[in-house]
């Protein structure tokens, strides 16, 4: 069994039928649609791009038999700002539609789902603060007897997974930092993601969403327990040997279907990797990084730092990810030469060559308008017990009282490219 034929059982085991992916399903949007009410508000991301899609979208929904409530609603900017939460809740709100269905990549779609959160629970809160953590939109719905609308969420960039998963990002830009809603009540309750789509996205957005597909598959797999061990393993190894072996092809020939549906199921299992087990480094980072990078590049940029720092703790990880690195060119040394420490320098620069291969960069260094505020504003925000579970992830698990000890250092090395200021706890 091929990588590709791997993912799609993986898939389809996921979400049992309440999920149409691969190429040439859009049109599955309205059937859902038509499941869950007669009544459908339309929330889109904008771009030229979209806009063919979005049209198919909502034919499909009239030939379903459903209504279009009012204009499309305009989905949000990038890393889901809370202004476009408050916006977007309003016209739920306005419109009281039946379902939503929420088209765009993982900021549209995150903002639809806090959105839908304020506008079904304002009764216990319309405060989006409230619902940061884990579990606290279960617990509001718990304690009011209120439901959320229900809420179709199709993905059009192969990037966060969104429209699988429990998560929702959004981010305040008068401080530059994102926060982070956890909770199963918020997972789309149908989802379509017709890879055909990604053709005419824009290179940047395609290497953003790669990456971001691998950070999810290999911060859940370094920091997985071992009763989740052999499953977070066939899950992450899949995605990131899609990635690395297609990204090249998918920049160079953007319509090549082939390599863009191998980036989609490598996506979408970084999506099920994250309903499997937790991110941690990178993905705390990067939300501190929100006004200098986007998120895929914050990922890739700091997961090779992170890597040597958790070497000693992920030794039967780093062999799996060795493997793929070293099949696909991007690592020289022989692993049977290598302790601990020194396999996870090989995966680290392995994963460093990857990124430079595409134009990614390789150290905080190399962003326009970084620094050093930027590592006082990730070291405070990893105090905060909002995040605390990014922490608690790691497979060096680390407190508050430790982050400028041992945090610190890692992104002072991240700072540079300078992998020698990494310091090892207990060593």
């Known amino acids: 069994m091929n990588a590709k034929e791997k993912a799609r059982k993986l898939l389809e085991g996921f979400k049992d039928g309440n999920y149409a992916f691969g190429l040439g399903v859009l049109k599955k949007a309205g059937v859902f649609a038509s499941e869950l009410g007669k009544k459908v508000m339309v929330i889109a991301a904008e ?5 063919p899609s ?33 916006r977007i809740e309003s016209s739920i709100l306005h419109y009281q539609p039946d379902c939503l269905i929420a088209v765009g990549g993982g ?13 079904s629970l304002g009764k ?10 884990t579990g606290q939109v279960t617990a509001a719905m718990e304690k009011t007897g209120s439901q959320l609308i229900p809420l179709i969420a199709v993905q059009t960039a192969a990037s966060s997974a969104a429209h699988l998963t429990k998560y929702s990002n959004v981010t305040d830009p008068e401080a530059g930092q994102k926060k982070l809603i956890v909770d199963e009540a918020i997972i789309p309750l149908k989802a379509v993601f017709d890879y055909s789509i990604t053709t005419s996205a824009p290179a940047s957005l395609t290497i953003d969403g790669a990456f971001d597909g691998i950070a999810h598959s290999l911060e859940v797999f370094y920091g997985i327990s071992d009763n989740n061990y052999d499953k977070a393993k066939e899950i992450a190894a899949t995605c990131i040997e899609l990635v ?33 087990g937790g991110t941690n480094g990178g993905h705390l980072t990067s ?18 730092y992170y890597t040597v720092f958790f070497a000693p703790a992920i030794e ?25 420490k ?9 994963m460093i060559k990857l990124s430079a291969s595409v134009g990614f960069p390789t150290k905080l260094e190399d962003l326009a308008g970084f620094s050093d505020k930027y590592i006082t504003r990730a070291l405070e925000a990893a105090k905060n017990p909002q995040l605390d579970m990014k922490l608690k992830n790691m497979p060096v698990p680390l407190n508050a009282s430790l982050i400028d000890d041992y945090m610190g250092p890692i992104l002072e090395a991240a700072k540079t490219g300078d992998f020698d200021k990494i310091v090892i706890l207990g060593q």
């Open 47 to 51: 771009g030229d791009w979209l806009e």
């Open 54 to 86: 979005v049209a198919k979208i909502v034919a499909s929904i009239e030939e379903a038999g459903a209504e279009v409530v009012g204009e499309i609603v305009t989905g949000a900017l990038p890393n889901a700002p809370r202004e476009d939460v408050y």
């Open 107 to 119: 900021s549209t779609i995150d903002a639809v789902k806090a959105a839908n959160v304020l506008a």
């Open 124 to 133: 216990y809160s319309n405060d989006i603060e409230t619902y940061f953590g």
């Open 244 to 276: 690395v072996n297609n990204i090249q092809e998918a920049i160079k020939n953007p319509e090549n279907q082939e390599a863009r549906e191998a980036l989609g199921l490598a996506t979408d299992l970084g999506g099920y990797a994250i309903m499997v």
């Open 287 to 304: 939300f501190s990084l929100v006004d200098v990078t986007s998120h895929g590049r914050a990922c890739a940029i700091m997961n090779p």
């Open 316 to 340: 039967k990880q780093l062999s799996v990810i060795y493997n793929i690195f070293k099949e696909a060119g991007f690592i020289e040394e022989d692993n049977k030469q290598l302790n601990e």
């Open 342 to 350: 020194e396999l996870g320098r090989a995966v680290a620069e392995g």
